[in-house]
């Protein structure tokens, strides 16, 4: 099988054959149909000190199963995350992290709609917004902060604010149904908001700090860092709350099999729709990569093996 691998920090990517990896105990083995580019992936290739196995979001068919599985066989279309190589035409999914596609979906659906979907609803719930208040999403044009921005629209929200690094990115933070959107640059964000997710951190937290009311709450759901003084908190009586997605899937099945069920519920019904910027040959990953490094992309980046 082909798969993408690197020698070094910061690349180059390169494709290389490699033997179709047996599924162990509890583990699926995938074709994959679409695979999913993310900012947390593109920086361990830049910045981690030895690299690392490509993984991520992909779905595709079941072609095996493991030892002890129980929830899948072969033939089910199933997504989900890998934890090693996914830049590959197959890997290998633990059955805890994967979950079934409906029929009415593609692969490319799935890709761009579950893992990004449930991180988007997972933060707007840690917000814990009341019908009629206030949200607003930094990096809302990307994969997650796109869906977040309707999620938070479908979930009663008063008003939505997008917030892009780009103003050339408004038109389609807006055609999500954002009432407005601001420039990272702008002195002001507008009129305060009662919440902020904010997958973007490092210096972009201290304005999306100000931008919230009174009493507001920032989720902070990035890898990005940052620090944040107690004073900015104590003087508007703000919160930050921190938010992890493998926390849930790990500690909560019950509540990310609900989750899940909702997000295929509102994209059934058109009330969810995961836009994707572009799908990207394996032999591209490279050229996908700049395109999430650059920050250009509206919506979600796909590889298609």
């Known amino acids: 099988m082909r798969r993408v691998r690197y020698e070094s920090t910061g690349g180059p990517l ?68 890998c934890f090693g190589h996914g830049y590959a035409d197959f ?7 994967a979950s079934p596609v409906p029929d009415d979906a593609g692969a490319v659906d799935a890709v761009a709609l579950v893992r990004s979907g449930l991180v988007a609803y997972g933060a707007l719930a840690a917000a814990r917004p009341a019908p009629g208040e206030s949200v607003l999403v930094t990096a809302a044009a990307s994969g997650v902060g ?53 997958a973007v951190g490092g210096d972009l937290l201290t304005p999306a700090l100000a931008a919230l009311a009174p009493h ?5 759901y990035s890898s990005g860092g940052g620090t944040i003084r107690a004073y900015d908190l104590l003087v508007g009586a703000k919160s930050v709350i921190g938010f992890q997605m493998a926390l849930i899937a790990r500690g909560r099945p019950d509540l990310y099999e609900q989750w899940r ?41 796909v590889l298609r093996p």
């Open 14 to 81: 390169f494709l290389e054959e490699a033997p179709v990896p047996e599924p162990g105990p509890g583990e699926l083995l995938v074709r994959c149909a679409a695979v999913g580019v993310t900012l947390p992936v593109v920086r361990k290739v830049t910045e981690a000190p030895e690299p690392i196995a490509l993984g991520g979001e992909l779905a595709g068919e079941v072609v095996a199963v493991g030892a002890g599985v129980t929830r899948f066989r072969a033939g089910d279309r199933v997504t989900g995350l």
């Open 261 to 301: 069920r909702d997000l295929w519920r509102m994209f059934a019904d058109g009330d969810l729709k995961p836009a994707v910027h572009g799908e990207f040959a394996l032999e591209d990953a490279a050229e996908a990569h700049e395109v999430i490094e650059s920050r250009a992309n509206l919506g979600k980046v």
């Open 146 to 198: 796109h869906l977040a921005v309707q999620l938070a629209r479908a979930r009663g929200a008063g008003r939505v604010v997008g917030a892009v690094s780009d103003p050339a990115k408004a038109e389609f933070v807006r055609s999500l149904g954002a009432d407005d959107c601001v420039h990272y640059a702008d002195d002001s964000w507008g009129e305060p908001v009662d919440c902020v997710l904010d």
């Open 216 to 220: 507001g709450r920032l989720v902070a």
């Open 91 to 97: 890997a290998v999914l633990h059955e805890a992290m």
